[in-house]
């Protein structure tokens, strides 16, 4: 379709009103085509984990993943909320199976003495093997990590500006071993990692006593 519209686009004349409106219907399909799903969470009931979602912990610890109202939310009314503690809480869309593609989330960090941050995970197996980007309001950084048996691997962190109780964007690309990681549209940390491979779930994560609103959570396939 993409293609069928810069082909059409060639057939008006230079600077018409026409042409000008293939190319804005053009740059809509490709981003219709970059997200190929994304969830809200405003369909799903308050007071409970949302539809399709599978959460727990790596480590110990006693989460609380529910969907609340937030006025802030970047698409109201809802919002995803960790709001307990464990080593490192996380919850995945089991439903979902991808080997390379994208996550992506908006996360806000809202409270935490030991760590306030969030985090995407991708190629998740269970609750002990999995990728994770996050980024920590009280460091100032993202981070890339991957867990192996339960066993958290840190691969880089860099610096970056990561302001609390403010949303941000957090995304992560993956194929084959290359892995992307961007904040609020910057990107971070490129590098490759061979430790986790094949097919697997994505999803958010947090730590330790870290208290995280989530929203928008989009993710593809390539």
């Not at 599978?54 to 006025?71: I, Q």
């Not at 980007?133 to 840190?154: C, I």
């Amino acid at each position: 379709m993409f293609r069928a519209a810069l082909l059409f686009k060639k057939l008006i004349p230079q600077g018409s009103w026409m042409q000008q409106l293939v190319v804005v219907l053009a740059g809509s399909l490709v981003v219709v085509a970059a997200f190929a799903d994304i969830t809200g969470f405003d369909q799903d009931p308050t007071g409970a984990m949302p539809a399709s979602w599978t959460c727990g912990v790596t480590g110990r610890g006693t989460p609380k993943w529910a969907v609340e109202p937030d006025s802030t939310a970047p698409s109201k009314p809802n919002v995803l909320k960790q709001s307990g503690q464990g080593t490192f809480p996380w919850c995945a869309r089991r439903d979902v199976s991808l080997t390379d593609g994208f996550v992506e989330v908006k996360f806000k960090p809202v409270e935490g003495k030991e760590d306030r941050a969030g985090g995407i995970v991708w190629r998740f197996k269970d609750g002990d093997n999995y990728y994770i980007a996050r980024a920590n309001a009280l460091e100032g950084n993202v981070s890339v990590y991957h867990t192996t048996r339960g066993n958290r691997h840190t691969i880089k962190y860099v610096d970056a500006p990561v302001a609390p109780n403010q949303w941000h964007t957090l995304r992560a690309e993956f194929a084959g071993t290359h892995i992307k990681i961007m904040l609020d549209g910057k990107q971070y940390i490129d590098l490759e990692d061979e430790h986790i491979s094949g097919a697997g779930a994505v999803g958010v994560w947090t730590k330790a006593d870290s208290v995280t609103a989530f929203d928008d959570f989009s993710w593809g396939g390539k």
